[in-house]
């Protein structure tokens, strides 16, 4: 809902909770947790710091929290436009996601679980938010968002379906196919206003920061997209009063 002092008091909570029930494993996903609310609240420098402290006091997970903590690393470093920690990182959560023993966590599901196609969702934002455009981002961005199609599978989570959607309209907007972006990005935006949580006003911001500096930008379709992208961050779901 876009209120960080809020999540992050809660976060600590756990953390407290985690640490008096003596659960390394989830007390690292506390950390991921943390880096989670801070690589949308817009810190990344935060968020890296908080992904790297769960995977390094709590090197022997097995469980899916050992691939999330690299796979935040890696988005949070792209952000700040660091290409070789997004490597590295991605390569860290790649082996980590071969090595996976489903533990505790994984068995309650949810946000406790990072699944496979959450993990292609952050491996490919990670690429497009470096900015990458060729052949291989393309194909990860395309495979990330065709893992959410199905709204039956038990992963499925309208955000993260919003998100790649958002990634493949910018990976449309890399190769100037401005239609194809607005294809793309049709099912975010028509979203209720009570599902327009911060992470999915986020990734909408930023295809229309690319479309402002997109060639295309003065073209009748990049400026009524522009328009209501605006709309639509503005018309959001709302903290109680």
Partial sequence: MGDMHSAMMQARTAGVCAEQAEHPALLAAVDGLKSLITYWAGRPDDAVFFARKGAAEHPALRGSVSAWLPALEARAAALLGDAEAVHAANQR??????????????????????????????????????????????????????????????????????GTQCNVALVHLHADALDGAADALRPVLDLPPAQRNKGIVVS????????????????????????EIAQFTTVRLALPS
């Fill in 93 to 162: 959560a790649t082996s980590a996601r071969a090595d996976i023993t489903p533990d505790e966590l994984d068995n309650l599901g949810g946000i406790l679980t990072f699944t496979e196609a959450k993990h292609a969702y952050y491996a490919a934002e990670s690429r497009v938010l470096l900015g990458l455009s060729d052949t291989e981002t393309t194909e990860a961005v395309v495979a990330a968002a065709h893992a959410y199609q199905d709204r039956g599978t038990d992963y499925w989570a309208y955000g993260d379906e919003a």
């Fill in 204 to 227: 909408a911001g930023r295809v229309a920061t690319t479309l402002t500096n997109s060639p295309a930008r003065t073209s009748v379709l990049a400026r009524e997209l522009r328009e």
